[in-house]
């Protein structure tokens, strides 16, 4: 089954404001973790990802943080605008041979003008 | 631009007929391709793991029977669904790793299935 979920299934926020989204996971031993962005309709599109060795990378206004202690996961978009409406999904490498990537329920983020 | 084309973007089709969905990597070779299914305001499931060249890894509960894949070049896989029933109806996403772009995935546009 899925090993990544998020807290918050939807979330509102005004424009110019900072997001954050959240997840956890629940395999300690995964390695590599990414954000996507999917557009109603439409299929997702990388964001951003991190390895476990980390715990912050940073993008084009952009952020994940990783808490391994805690297998928690988080996206910060900062001055979110209105192109950032979408749905957000944590996803997780896991590794059998290859790798397969597995998503979490996702949050649905509604930026207000 | 799309590095992944996937085609029909959406199909109608009568109950307990086939329908073909293409996916194709545009400007780089894919010898591993991923087909993800979406209810909506769900999250993606993974059905399989497409291999160049050899058989598909299905996930566990998925049907190999009923979701047929083919990965017959470097470039293609198609997901066949057969004898397609309304519990079908779903839209279905491919998406590959692109060499040098290490393990994120590049989705195609997706395909929205109808079985009436």
């Known amino acids: 089954g899925e090993s990544v979920g998020l807290h918050l299934p939807t979330l509102s926020v005004q424009e110019g404001d900072n997001s954050i989204i959240n997840c956890a996971y629940s395999?300690?031993?995964?390695?590599?973790f990414i954000w996507y962005k999917q557009e109603s309709g439409k299929g997702p599109q990388f964001i951003i990802d991190?390895?476990?060795?980390?715990d912050k990378r940073q993008g084009q206004r952009v952020t994940v943080l990783l808490n391994k202690t805690v297998k928690h996961l988080s996206l910060q978009i900062a001055a979110t605008q209105p192109g950032d409406s979408a749905v957000y999904f944590c996803a997780e490498n896991i590794y059998t041979g290859g790798f397969k990537t597995i998503f979490g329920a996702g949050t649905r983020l509604f930026v207000k003008a | 631009g799309a590095v992944v084309s996937q085609h029909p973007s959406r199909v109608i089709c009568k109950s307990g007929t086939s329908v073909k969905i293409e996916c194709r990597s545009l400007d780089f070779q894919a010898t591993t391709m991923f087909w993800y299914r979406q209810f909506p305001k769900k999250s993606l499931m993974l059905m399989a793991t497409s291999n160049e060249g050899s058989k598909a890894t299905y996930e566990q509960g998925v049907e190999k029977d009923k979701f047929l894949i083919n990965h017959a070049s470097l470039t293609l896989s198609t997901l066949t669904v057969t004898s397609a029933h309304p519990e079908d109806s779903s839209f279905y996403i491919c998406s590959a790793p692109r060499p040098g772009s290490g393990e994120k995935l590049f989705f195609g546009s997706g395909t929205q299935l109808s079985v009436l």
């Open positions: 395999n300690s031993a995964s390695d590599y």
């Open positions: 991190i390895r476990s060795n980390m």
